[in-house]
């Protein structure tokens, strides 16, 4: 009989986090840091898996042990950071020892607050926990004096400039971590390449087999599966390569295959919509037009 998969534990509060891991209440209500050295319960006793109500800005460096995922390791030499958006489900790591701090924002914190509308253009906080920000020393350097001022602050009594305050260092550590994101698709590029050719040879074979007319239209979210990524960091990093998101690499190849047929072939333009994986030839026809300012008759014609 197969195991069932551990219930996450649900926690809604910051306050109901610290109490949690055996640390004092914070300092403020809805912003929190945490030294992770400082946790004062034994983490093998902790549930497996926890679902906050609140964002989390986890900087690790590894002092011992490695922490596997698929057939690699995470890379925690000079230190990453790991973001969580509200309601994602976050795994302890129980088995290795942290030099580091966890930031943690409520939601409730944002609101009224530009950044509370604009928090969701930060694509990273979407990704899986094996595509965390690896930092250089000296990227690592700045992370952390982002984060004493934030400490600082938040030893100060809560005024009226507190808020204004606390979110401009977060959208500094935002910022700074966007610039970082992009410097690490840029020196990863060659893995990033391979990734890009995968993907396209399995966007090949979806469309030279019968899976997208027994399936539909392939999806990002399939093909950030086949190549165990998360769908947001799959369509970052094509666009820090070739300027176009997963969605937009989909559209280019879907075009692609149906010039190929109507070139080639003397099938019908709803044909060849359904062999693409398209429930309505419409759809086709209108994306068709959309890429080329042709429609497929008009491109047929013109090749002819």
Do not use: C, W
Request: no cysteine; charged share 25%.
């Amino acid at each position: 009989m197969k195991r069932s998969a551990p219930v996450p534990y649900n926690i809604e509060t910051i306050s109901g986090l610290h109490k949690q891991l055996g640390l004092p209440g914070p300092l403020h209500p809805l912003v929190s840091l945490i030294d992770n050295t400082k946790i004062a319960v034994d983490v093998h006793l902790l549930p497996e898996t926890f679902i906050l109500g609140f964002y989390k800005i986890s900087f690790k460096k590894l002092l011992k042990g490695r922490i596997g995922y698929g057939q690699g390791y995470y890379d925690y030499d000079e230190g990453g950071l790991v973001f969580t958006a509200p309601h994602q489900v976050i795994a302890i790591d129980k088995d290795a020892e942290f030099f580091g701090a966890t930031l943690l924002i409520h939601p409730d914190f944002l609101r009224n607050h530009p950044l509370g509308k604009t928090i969701g253009k930060y694509g990273f906080f979407s990704y899986e926990a094996n595509e965390a920000l690896h930092l250089s020393e000296k990227e690592r350097t700045t992370i952390l004096e982002v984060l004493q001022h934030i400490e600082r602050e938040l030893n100060n009594p809560i005024d009226d400039f507190s808020q204004d305050v606390l979110l401009s260092y977060l959208e500094v550590l935002l910022n700074y971590s966007n610039r970082f994101y992009k410097r690490q698709f840029i020196t990863r590029k060659a893995v990033n390449h391979d990734l890009l050719s995968k993907m396209e040879q399995l966007l090949n074979e979806y469309f030279e087999t019968a899976h997208a007319l027994n399936k539909g239209l392939p999806t990002v979210e399939y093909l950030a599966e086949q190549l165990h990524l998360s769908p947001r960091y799959l369509s970052d990093m094509l666009r820090s390569l070739t300027g176009q998101n997963a969605q937009q690499h989909i559209h280019e190849k879907l075009i692609e295959k149906a010039k190929e047929k109507l070139s080639t072939t003397n099938l019908s333009v709803s044909e060849i919509a359904y062999e693409l994986g398209f429930e309505h030839p419409q759809s086709f026809s209108k994306l068709f037009k959309i890429k080329t300012k042709l429609s497929p008759l008009e491109f047929r014609q013109s090749f002819n």
